[in-house]
T-cell receptor, first 113, second 111 residues
């Protein structure tokens, strides 16, 4: 069964440092999502790609966060500089198209100290 | 008002019980709806899509009420293994099908 891959699974970083997360969606899935989830809350959409184009990044803190999907396949989410409040689970998901069900990767648990 | 609202619970039920969750949404242009299950510290996993006519998958039944703008999930004959958080997702039209998750409803099934 095809899966969404994410790395690293866990990341501990000091505040003000840079951190990057990687996601490889299910092959053939055109839509890719990055979410942030805080314990006890639902996932919050940070950015949505359709192929290599950003569809929505209205909730992405653009002063410190950036995301790219250069070839329309895998994607990277970067935070620079990291802040204490960025500690959360970062989830990547993909779907065949924008109106289809999403499949999630295992997530990256980020701790900022 | 939040776009997608769920009662966080927890719903604490005995094995074999029937339990139902609702999820209300504010955007009348919403087009597609899903239920996900999330275990503690794991990623969400698709439970079922919600179709206009309602749909059933074993012990699980999902319904959509467009007039009142909510979706529901019914679990019959609850098992211990059903203990998890149940998240609803609403995709709104408007050109982009932006998905919005509810905060999730916690279910605890006890012996």
């Amino acid at each position: 069964e095809a899966e969404v891959a994410q790395s690293p699974r866990y990341k501990i970083t000091e505040k003000s440092q840079a951190v990057a997360f990687w996601c490889d969606p299910i092959s053939g899935h055109a839509t890719l999502y990055w979410y942030r989830q805080i314990l006890g809350q639902g996932p919050e959409l940070l950015v949505q790609f359709q192929d290599e184009s950003v569809v929505d990044d209205s909730q992405l803190p653009k002063d410190r966060f950036s995301a790219e999907r250069l070839k329309g396949v895998d994607s990277t989410l970067k935070i620079q500089p990291a802040e204490l409040g960025d500690s959360a689970m970062y989830l990547c998901a993909s779907s065949a198209d924008r109106d289809s069900e999403q499949y999630f990767g295992p997530g990256t648990r980020l701790t900022v100290t | 008002r939040k776009e997608v609202e769920q009662d966080p619970g927890p719903f604490n039920v005995p094995e074999g019980a029937t339990v139902a969750f609702n999820c209300t949404y504010s955007n009348s242009a919403s087009q597609s709806f899903f239920w996900y299950r999330q275990d503690c510290r794991k990623e969400p996993k698709l439970l079922m899509s919600v179709y206009s006519s309602g749909n059933e998958d074993g012990r699980f039944t999902a319904q959509l009420n467009r007039a009142s703008q909510y979706i529901s999930l019914l679990i019959r004959d609850s098992k211990l293994s059903d203990s998890a958080t149940y998240l609803c997702v609403v995709n709104a039209q408007g050109g982009s099908y932006i998905p919005t998750f509810g905060r999730g409803t916690s279910l605890i099934v006890h012996p």
